[in-house]
């Protein structure tokens, strides 16, 4: 197993998936403010540049803002329904929101944000979720010009894993990588099978 | 919205997912022993008799069970990729192993183990899961008298929920059910319409 082997393994299963159209939903698991854990189905947004980063876009106003700034470390499970492998990530998530003062990473999630359909930016204008829903209607009619950038309320969260659990019902494997930082901070995984 | 009306809408996406087999599958996050989030795919085994109570079966080798005794809480994501229903059931589990003093639970816990495929229940006879693996085989070969009663690693776990939020993302409906214990110690059910 060379290095970041469970990336060619995620690569490989959404491949293999790619006819489901939930192929690329995950759960996402955070501790909640009171201390309890928190879950909820998010879409994989790709990865970042080239590293082993993964994306995901959420509204600034939903729990899991506040609850990633008090607790950045996340884990997500991803089960791949075609193919029956399941991935866990573990790691920590940086928040890029609007007010972030890297230009870099606004550069980031303006992409992101121009990556995602009209559709999907137009719900960053709809009423505060999570709250009490105060109108009958159950979708906001609200148009977007296509030209607009992001929306205040758009948020980039960017999850560097630190460990990976892979898990294969298929041929019954289980695998689990490892990540250490060299002295020159480099990265680097190991691999051990394990039992399922 | 009577009372438990999310268990109704809950065996209502299971009836209309029924045809996948995948519709069993729910994401249980809790919290790891580090105090990071740890989040996996388990299997639903029914409600306990009358009650909204979910039953999971585990092994009790794995680390849910140290992190369910060091923190009880959890969260359910649910996801239903057929109807497109959310379900986030959050509660407390509870654990029962062949160590439970009450013989009610005992009782539950072999009903449970009774209910499952001989394959599943031969599973629990494997190496221990999560430590690293030391055969060449992916599955060992064991067989298991249909009769023998629970195995020591068995473990059924009973999660109590005490808040539910429903995602319809067809209808785009969002509702938020709280439970409260009345002065009579009997549980209710209220509920809210939310933003998505």
Chains 1, 2 share one sequence.
């Not at 990336?7 to 939903?25: G, P, T, V």
Request: proline share 6%; aromatic share 8%.
């Amino acid at each position: 197993m060379g290095s970041v082997a469970w990336k060619q393994l995620l690569l490989n299963a959404l491949e293999s998936n790619s006819h489901l159209n939930h192929s690329s939903f995950m759960q996402l698991a955070t501790i909640g403010a009171n201390g309890t854990p928190s879950n909820r189905t998010v879409v994989f947004r790709g990865f970042q540049d080239n590293t082993d980063n993964i994306q995901i876009n959420t509204d600034t106003r939903t729990r899991k803002i506040e609850e990633l700034k008090l607790c950045p470390s996340a884990e997500i499970c991803w089960y791949f329904t075609d193919s029956w492998e399941q991935f866990r990530i573990n790691g920590k998530v940086d928040i890029i929101d609007a007010l972030n003062p890297d230009p870099q990473k606004l550069q980031q999630r303006e992409n992101s944000w121009f990556a995602s359909s009209l559709r999907s930016r137009s719900q960053y204008l709809w009423p505060n979720p999570g709250l009490p829903c105060l109108n009958e209607k159950a979708e906001p009619e609200i148009s977007l010009d296509p030209s607009t950038g992001p929306i205040d309320a758009f948020c980039l969260l960017i999850l560097e894993p630190n460990q990976v659990d892979y898990l294969n019902l298929k041929s019954n494997q289980r695998l689990t990588f490892k990540s250490s930082v060299t002295v020159a901070a480099k990265k680097s995984w190991t691999v051990e099978r394990i039992n399922l």
